[in-house]
């Protein structure tokens, strides 16, 4: 058994077998079923787990859906177009859906969604109604013009991956100034994420300074499973052990990685 945290806030679902929207950043050509990531969170003593929905497979959600029904163990953020309905939006909630998942990472400046408009304000007021939160992984540069519309919505907000800062800028980055000023308005978390794809190592003041300025009850831990265009290169003890490395005091690691996300995620 490893001194791992409670619950894994990040993690996908992956089937060969479902619709792939068009130009898909990763089209896996093997399965990561909720049956395995199970067997994994027992192999290493973690008990809840949160599904973030993948942009691979666009607004199809049924995995997803699906596997939070049947797994209490279990939550889930979607994928969704702004045109979704609060009908659907409830019935998904008594499920075990529990966000919006913006994966704009992969879209061009001119494919991006206007949030200023009516549809995507609408849908951040159905989210703020809810009490879900928005999940945002918008890609390096953006969150500094995205923050302040999600902000002035109301709702709350999860961050993948550190805020997803230009580890090159030092924390002078302006994403990352970014983050730290978002957290101080008590509806803002962070996750502490996929260091394999910025550096783990250079993730290491980024961790101090949001354990400064945020504390650990603004953090999260995910293990960002099953390692994305990473296969074979990570494996899920090394995302544990990123943990340990950028939390060092076991009792901030124990509400990173319980107190925190049990409240955020599993309290409804």
């Not at 001119?110 to 918008?138: C, F, G």
């Not at 494996?235 to 124990?254: A, G, K, M, S």
């Amino acid at each position: 058994m490893t001194d791992a945290p409670l619950v894994d806030c990040h993690f996908h679902l992956f089937d060969k077998t479902l619709p792939f929207v068009d130009k898909p950043r990763h089209t896996p050509d093997y399965d990561f079923t909720v049956q395995q990531v199970l067997a994994t969170f027992d192999q290493f003593g973690v008990q809840y787990g949160v599904i973030a929905g993948a942009s691979l497979y666009g607004t199809y959600n049924d995995h997803v859906i699906r596997a939070v029904r049947r797994h209490k163990r279990l939550r889930g953020t979607i994928i969704a177009d702004p045109t979704l309905d609060l009908y659907t939006m409830e019935k998904m909630a008594a499920d075990g859906i529990n966000g919006v998942r913006l994966v704009w990472i992969s879209l061009s400046d001119d494919r991006l969604p206007n949030i200023e408009s009516y549809e995507w304000k609408r849908l951040l007021r159905r989210i703020r109604d809810l009490d879900w939160h928005v999940h945002l992984h918008v890609g390096p540069g953006r969150l500094p013009a995205i923050m302040p519309t999600v902000e002035a919505s109301g709702v709350n907000t999860v961050l993948d991956h550190f805020g997803y800062p230009d580890v090159r800028l030092g924390l002078d980055c302006p994403t990352f100034q970014t983050v730290l000023r978002a957290v101080a308005n008590g509806r803002t978390w962070v996750k502490l994420s996929a260091g394999y794809r910025m550096g783990r190592d250079s993730l290491m003041p980024y961790a101090t300074k949001l354990l400064e300025v945020a504390g650990p009850e603004r953090l999260l831990w995910g293990s960002d499973a099953p390692f994305a265009s990473f296969e074979g290169k990570v494996t899920y003890q090394q995302t544990i052990d990123d943990f340990r490395l950028w939390v060092p005091d076991p009792e901030q690691r124990r509400i990173i990685g319980a107190d925190t996300p049990l409240k955020l995620y599993f309290s409804n």
